[in-house]
């Protein structure tokens, strides 16, 4: 099974660890012949990331290398352990700025069908809890550099209207996908394993069994302690597990920061020791002697009294060295600086200005720059969401009682929603601006103010709204001769009774 990376060895360093390893294979096609050499041989780059993302999850719950720190030489019982979890911080960030907001999916046609197609599968969508769902991809995509979702037919749809599929995350440390070396590194098939204690039988004990479920276009394999035990044609035709990257190198959202944040524990642990050594400091006594039983007595009553001997001038003082705690408060502010640069996070102090635009704010601490790593997120995860929707729509389309979803899969369009009230007055001006210009189409105006996640389908409401609100008001007839003079603005109301009355 997967390997740990065995932390009590190491004293305040992580281990260095540079994302995660595709696993391929030389094999064009996975059948019941090689299925269990093709996972024989997978499992040794797994067992490897599995061990390297088991020990990012637990630093990110705070089993951190510090914990593990041995001092030696003087006061060596002040050891001081602090964890500092700014790799939890930069977590929480990540998953409540790129899915804080649940995902929106859209249809690119504005037919009534595409539409009402979209509605359906939204709600099937909400039916699944998607969007807690998502918010744990971007979870493991951020601690680890990779994902993993399972969406299968719903074997228990006792309902005719009840959702047509199911939809899970997997655990990333015992789910992987084994990839094609040739060009596009298509995927050949995708594992799900776990180990558990077969039942114990008269005078025999009880064995671990690893159990692997295999899934390729045409097969599920069931796998056993490296032999084939079960194999089923694959009635889906899909392989039901998608990885969701976080980037081509599968890298954790902190992991290239690791050194930096391992600094920021031995910083603030060794800060404490200061204190705690400041206050537990030695005392010498010059030129005077004292006994144990004197020195407890001064220790209880916090007084003593000394003498010179032979003219030598006695004293006691204790032995201290003061930590410079301005210098290490800048050296600490520093490298965090340098974390959130890095990671693309947003500053927290700020500037001292009042006077500074909403744009100023933006640039100045650091959301532009977090804004342009959420849109490269943005794309890797919308490439596998698209594997997602063509197995929905396929699950939809072949479910008994579900009417057809004519939508295909680059008719939708994945839209995240945490931009839609940034600069929400300039985007409205911007809307006003080009409605207002009679040579702009008005749903150019709605798909170029950014302020509508789905621009199509808020102009086709706006558009029924707008008629429904005409239809209200009731045509007057007015004599064409008399509003054109009203218009052009040749004679009033008044001058045309006078000029009636003189005639």
Known sequence: MAQNIDTSLVTSNSPVMHGRRMILTTESEITPENVAFVISRAM???????????????????????????????????????????????????????????????????????????????????????????????????????????????????????????????????????????????????????SYNKESVVEKPSEIIEHFTCYTNDWIFTIENGILVDKQVNALGYIPIVEYPANNSRLGAFEVVLPLLDMLNMIDSDRMDGIEQTIQAFIKFINCEIDAKQFEQFKSMGAIMVKSVDGAPADVDTVTTNLDQNQTQTTKDDIYDAILEICGMPSRTGGASTSDTGAAVILRDGYALAESRAKVFENMFKRSEAEMLEIALYICNKTEGVESIELLPWDIETKFTRRNYENITSKSQVLCEMLNNPKIHPILAYQSCGLFPDPEYAYVISMQYYDELMAQYEPVEVDEDEESLRTDGQISGSDKESDSEGV
């Not at 550099?145 to 719903?154: D, E, F, H, K």
């Open 44 to 194: 040794e780059i797994h067992n490897i990331n599995s061990g390297e993302i088991n020990y990012l999850w637990n630093y990110r719950n705070g089993k951190q290398p510090i914990l593990n720190r041995v001092k030696t030489g003087s006061f060596e019982n002040i050891v001081n352990k602090i964890v500092e979890n700014r790799a939890a911080e930069i977590i929480d960030f990540k998953i409540g700025y790129y899915v804080g907001e649940p995902i929106q999916y859209t249809s690119k046609k504005d037919d009534e069908k595409s539409l009402d197609d979209m509605k359906r599968l939204n709600d099937f969508f909400y039916a699944v809890n998607k969007a807690s769902q998502d918010q744990d991809i971007v979870e493991w995509q951020m601690v680890c550099g990779t994902a993993y979702r399972i969406i299968l037919p719903n074997e228990n749809r006792a309902i005719k209207d009840i959702k047509p599929f199911e939809m899970f995350t997997l655990d990333a440390r015992n789910t992987f996908v084994v990839r094609s070396v040739e060009m596009g590194n298509k995927v050949l098939m995708g594992v799900q394993y776990y």
